[in-house]
């Protein structure tokens, strides 16, 4: 075997290492936009839960809140 074989095969060789490392370099990004898309899924699941909750709550709130007083309940009411 002379010397333009062996650069043959080391050159084969990098080429067929270039090829696998480019695949998983391509698996890696798919698997990381995979786990973006499922931190984002999660993360919205989160919120609409709690819009889901908070709306159920104010169903059966049947008394005043804070914002629902009046400011001065002495003044300009039907009762003064």
Known sequence: MDINDEDALDFE???HLQA??????????E???LLYTS???IGFGIEE???IQTEQRKERRLYLTCPNL???????TPWT
Request: net charge negative; aromatic share 14%.
């Open 13 to 15: 060789e990098f080429q």
């Open 20 to 29: 696998y490392y480019a695949h998983q370099f391509h698996l890696l990004e």
């Open 31 to 33: 698997e990381e936009q």
């Open 49 to 51: 839960s709690h819009r």
């Open 70 to 76: 009046l400011p001065n309940p002495r003044v300009s």
């Open 39 to 41: 931190a984002d899924m």
